[in-house]
Structure formats: structure tokens, C-alpha cells
């Protein structure tokens, strides 16, 4: 396997300014956007929650929002082509199973640095993504 260019890469963004800093470092590492599958992972909704109840939201109206929400991020010429995804559940998982089913060659994200009981409450989705991953794992500090 060759280290650049990728065929394949995956990057999770949250939309935080480190996530999309994350986007233009895999760019570099393909040879252009259509190599590069940019996920948003939403949380499931509980059954039980209000909006769902009353129908004011569902997941087609989530998805429509996120990838919208991507799409004015992402104006930029340079991004042009790229795959967008929203999907729903652990974002962990989910972006794995995204990066296997792409076949990717690489997943890129950045890591928000949480240390100590921050990130032992909250957990850390890129540590996740590092234990669940089938190829090689980019993980960007600031």
C-alpha cells in the first residue's frame, strides 16, 4: 500500500473548526474530493421524545438538515465533490462501518484532547475509532 494518494478516506466532522481543519488535511492526502467521504453522526432519538411523538422531526428531516448544514460548511471550490453522509447511532461505530464499507484506506479526525474525568464521563469517539477501525486511523491534535 502507498502512503499518498489515498483512494479512499473518511473524515468525521462535528463542526467544530478542528473536525473541518481535519477535511483540509485528508484533501491533502487524496487526489481529489471525490476520494473523500466526510460523516456527520447524529444521536438516535428515543422513542419517547416529544418531537417524535408530535412528528415535528424525524430522521429524513435530520438528514436533510445535516447534509444541508454540510453543504453550506463546505462552499468552498475545493470541495467540491465530496460525499457527504449523516447517519444515526454511536459515532464510533458508525464511522467505521462507513470506512468498511467504503473499503477506506484511511480514516482522519481530530481529537478535542480531553484528558482525566472529562474524558472518562464523556468518553472519546476518536479512541473508539481507533480500537474499532480496519485500517489505519490519522488522529489530528491541535
Not at 60 to 83: F, I, S, V, W
Not at 97 to 122: C, D, K, N, P
Not at 123 to 130: L, M, R
Request: hydrophobic share 45%.
Amino acid at each position: 500500500m502507498s502512503w499518498l494518494p489515498k483512494r479512499t478516506v473518511v473524515v468525521p466532522v462535528d463542526f467544530s473548526e478542528d473536525s473541518f481543519n481535519a477535511v483540509d488535511t485528508a484533501l491533502e492526502l487524496v487526489a481529489g474530493p471525490a476520494a473523500l467521504h466526510v460523516v456527520y453522526v447524529l444521536p438516535v432519538f428515543d422513542p419517547a421524545e416529544p418531537d417524535v411523538v408530535w412528528s415535528t422531526v424525524n430522521d429524513e428531516t435530520r438528514r436533510r438538515h445535516g447534509e444541508q448544514a454540510l453543504r453550506e460548511r463546505l462552499t468552498d471550490a475545493k470541495y467540491q465533490g465530496l460525499n457527504l453522509h449523516v447517519l444515526f447511532g454511536e459515532p464510533g461505530h458508525k464511522i467505521t462501518e462507513l470506512a468498511g464499507g467504503e473499503q477506506a484506506e484511511l480514516i482522519v479526525l481530530s481529537s478535542h484532547g480531553r484528558t482525566g474525568i472529562s474524558r472518562l464521563l464523556i468518553g472519546s469517539v476518536a479512541e473508539k475509532v481507533v480500537r474499532l477501525a480496519h485500517c489505519p486511523v490519522l488522529v489530528l491534535r491541535k
